[in-house]
């Protein structure tokens, strides 16, 4: 068994990163009531449009994290406007048409790219030892840059006006109307800002494990969990609920059985759903 | 209130219809992704079996006006997946060549390649067009245990040719042996998963102790093909002077190995060995050397026996060492290295080991044409089991009826497959590496590397 202190460096550095990906699921979630099922598929589309960045433009590590971004928020902004936009009503259309274009982004780079996986540059190379325990560079590197993102997207929802009229819109949309907000123009911002967020943890989760035509399902599937325990529409409960399942993820896979991984967040979304069906800090919101 | 409380729980409730829809759907897509190494995968949309005709027609120069002789090749989604690919090409390549040199027995051979999708299913079904619509004469391919395993008796009852040129479960052998009149139709042409396990502890008992290696981690992935491979290697590792000090399974769908990783430094072992056979196995290695694990890395990885891994993995694949067949610089025969070059000229890449047990499968059944100068199945059957043939992996006999691996390529180091590849940087140019031969000794292109790190 590995010492404590190595199952908590994993732990906290892996949870930053996934708090960052629910962190763009519950926002869409919680302004726009919808199930956002692309939202693994962005991940990948961002992971690609760094590697390409790399291997078709000889482009660096910031050259490969702004064409993430730049991918995953036209994605977004495109999706919204082509497919979500005249469903936005419609969460269980939504969910469908996530799906389908989720199914078909992962299946144009299974033709394009094969079953292969690939890398991208790390953002630092090189490791360390703390505690005895190896710590590569590049996850400081991802989990310093994860939770700058974190505490940049907090403050913007909840110290700008942005913000406010974020959570206004999340709120009661028809009110945040009447007092002149463009519910359409937040919902359009939120699909890019996830799509964005999603893109740039695409590059991270490359950086780290490899790029691949299915990456994106884990952190869909661990997505929902993460929202589902930390509550909806709430990126403190989206942190939180980051970082327990990050950690049982790690403690089930060195302490009880490495092939467990992956399993053990997925119970725990089934007993908190029927533990604790709100979540932890989630805030049930009237959007009628 | 009440509307609250309604909208509430539709809200909850919605997310977790949401959640079982995509858990349900990803889980779907998994189905038989990359599974063993892999038998391709699932595309998750119903994408209609793929089908493609190449062969006879290209080169006629031999033909007698008799019917072609098919083959059926059985393989992974051959448009996408390395080792679906290198099946398709590899049979395309061997009936090609037969056909330039006059076809076999009079006829021209014709290779007709379906697409198994990597599950059974649509594996049977590509198993009853080939041998109810097309009439093959010859079936080969098949890269997993569950496929292999589900059509044993499929090829028992169209009582076809088949030579399996991916798939290592020696249960398809076993059942040879212990029915033979039944399951006579099944050959192998590559290395069980028991013998490439003989192979691997040839490799150990060598060049561990010259390494200075004592202490052993070995990591496997949880599935048909490989967990005997393992169990068989850990309890000869019993009788060994080495330390097992850590082994352990892990599940096909991981993607972060660092948790085992810790495990392994955490166990002291020098070296860790491993048995990964899936594309996503990958970020095994680049996790390995991302984070300059303080063990070496030799054993079985599949995806890095593609001669392309090392640009793949932007060299992060450097010093890691795998149980392989395919290697540029391999040179098993005569044969092989204008395989390799002629592969290279038509489809652009170097083969990727199911190009070799391809060709070598198509390779062996020619020759056994020749010498029983009949298509009977039965004669074909009593010639194949006697036929000593040099392919392009080396020299080729199969066991016997009455062994254990009936009918299964016998292990023949030194004369044949397996190699143990490493990949080395190019001295010129680190960006790009070799896969240098470095076991067995009649196969040796250049003395193992430290990583840097190690040193």
Same mark, same amino acid.
């Given at each position: 068994m590995v010492n404590g202190l190595a199952i908590a460096i994993q732990a906290a550095m892996l949870s930053a990163l996934y708090a960052v990906v629910a962190i763009g699921f519950t926002l869409i979630f919680g302004v726009g +009531?919808?199930?956002?099922?692309?939202h693994g598929a962005t991940i990948t589309i961002g992971a690609f449009a760094g590697f390409y960045a790399v291997s078709?433009? !000889? +482009? !660096?590590v910031f050259a490969a994290v702004t064409a993430a971004v730049l991918a995953s928020g036209a994605f977004g902004a495109v999706l919204y406007l082509g497919l979500i936009r005249p469903f936005r009503d419609d969460p269980t259309i939504i969910m469908i048409l996530t799906l389908i274009v989720a199914i078909a982004i992962e299946y144009l780079f299974l033709v394009v790219e094969g079953t292969s996986a690939y890398t991208v540059p790390q953002i630092v190379a090189g490791t360390t030892t703390v505690g005895g325990a190896s710590v590569p560079y590049n996850l400081v590197a991802i989990f310093v840059a994860s939770w700058l993102i974190i505490g940049a997207v907090f403050y913007w929802v909840n110290r700008t006006d942005t913000g406010r009229a974020i959570i206004a819109t999340s709120m009661d949309s028809k009110g945040a109307f009447l007092v002149g907000i463009d519910s359409d123009q937040i919902n359009l911002l939120m699909w890019v800002v996830a799509s964005v967020l999603a893109g740039i943890a695409g590059y991270f989760f490359g950086s780290y494990l490899t790029i691949g035509w299915s990456m994106g399902r884990t952190p869909l599937i661990l997505s929902f969990a993460i929202v589902i325990l930390g509550g909806l529409g709430s990126v403190r409960g989206s942190v939180i609920g980051a970082y327990l399942i990050g950690s049982i993820e790690v403690v089930t896979t060195n302490v009880?059985?490495?092939?467990?991984q992956g399993l053990a967040p997925l119970v725990a979304v089934i007993i908190i759903l029927l533990v604790?069906?709100? +979540?932890?800090?989630g805030k049930e919101i009237d959007i009628a | 209130m009440t509307q609250q409380r309604t909208r509430t729980f539709g809200r909850r409730s919605f997310l977790a219809t949401g959640t079982s829809i995509a858990v349900a759907s990803i889980a779907g897509c998994q189905t038989?992704?990359? #599974? &063993? *190494?892999?038998?391709?995968?699932?595309? *998750? =949309? &119903?994408q209609s079996t793929s089908e493609e005709t190449q062969g006879g027609t290209a080169a006629?120069?031999?033909?007698?006006?008799?019917d072609p002789l098919k083959i059926g090749v059985l393989a992974p989604s051959p448009e996408n997946n390395p080792n679906g690919r290198g099946m398709a090409n590899g049979a395309r390549l061997a009936g090609d060549r037969l056909n330039a040199n006059g076809g076999v027995l009079g006829s021209d051979v014709e290779v007709i390649v379906k697409n198994t999708k990597g599950n059974a299913g649509a594996a049977r079904e590509a198993y009853q067009d080939l041998t109810l *619509?097309?009439?093959?004469d010859l079936t080969t391919g098949v890269m997993s245990a569950e496929v292999l395993m589900s059509l044993m008796d499929a090829i028992a009852n169209q009582e076809t040719l088949h030579i399996t040129s991916g798939a290592i479960t020696p249960g398809a052998s076993a059942m040879v042996a212990e029915d033979y009149e039944t399951y006579k139709y099944h050959f192998r042409s590559s290395l069980n998963g028991i013998l490439l396990g003989r192979g691997l502890e040839d490799f150990v008992t060598d060049v561990f102790p010259q390494q200075g290696w004592t202490d052993v981690a070995m990591l496997g992935m949880d599935s048909q093909d490989v967990t005997p491979l393992q169990n068989g290697v850990a309890g000869w590792f019993e009788e060994? /002077? @080495? =330390?097992?000090?850590y082994n352990e399974s892990f599940s %096909? &769908?991981?993607?972060?190995f660092n948790p085992l990783f810790d495990q392994v430094e955490e166990s002291g072992a020098d070296v860790l060995l491993p048995m990964m056979v899936t594309p996503g196995s990958t970020a095994a290695i680049v996790q390995w050397a991302n984070g300059e694990r303080p063990f070496e890395f030799a054993g079985?990885?599949? %995806?890095?026996?593609? %001669?392309t891994f090392y640009e793949e993995t932007d060299g992060a694949a450097a010093h890691t060492v795998t149980s392989n067949i #395919?290697? %540029?610089?391999?040179?098993?025969?005569?044969k092989t290295q204008p395989f390799i070059a002629e592969y290279g000229e038509r489809f652009g890449k170097a083969p990727v080991f199911t190009g070799f047990t391809t060709g070598g499968a198509i390779g062996m059944w020619a020759e056994a044409l020749k010498q029983a100068g009949t298509r009977d199945v039965e004669e074909l059957i009593t010639t194949l089991e006697s036929t000593s043939y040099t392919s392009v992996q080396g020299l080729m006999e199969f066991y016997a009826p009455?062994?254990? @691996?009936?009918?299964d390529l016998k292990y023949q180091l030194g004369q044949g497959v397996p190699i143990f590849t490493q990949w080395q940087p190019n001295a /010129?140019? #680190?960006n790009q590496g070799t896969q240098e031969v470095i076991y067995p000794e009649e196969f040796r292109t250049a003395e193992y590397q430290s990583p840097p790190w190690i040193n």
């Open positions: +009531g919808v199930l956002n099922l692309a078709a433009f !000889g +482009g !660096g009880i059985n490495p092939q467990l604790r069906p709100s +979540g932890l800090y | 038989g992704e990359d #599974s &063993g *190494g892999s038998d391709g995968q699932s595309t *998750g =949309n &119903g006629t120069t031999s033909s007698s006006g008799s *619509g097309e009439g093959v060994q /002077d @080495f =330390n097992l000090v %096909p &769908g991981t993607q972060n079985i990885h599949t %995806p890095s026996q593609s %001669p #395919s290697s %540029p610089q391999a040179e098993y025969s005569q009455d062994h254990q @691996f009936a009918h /010129d140019d #680190s």
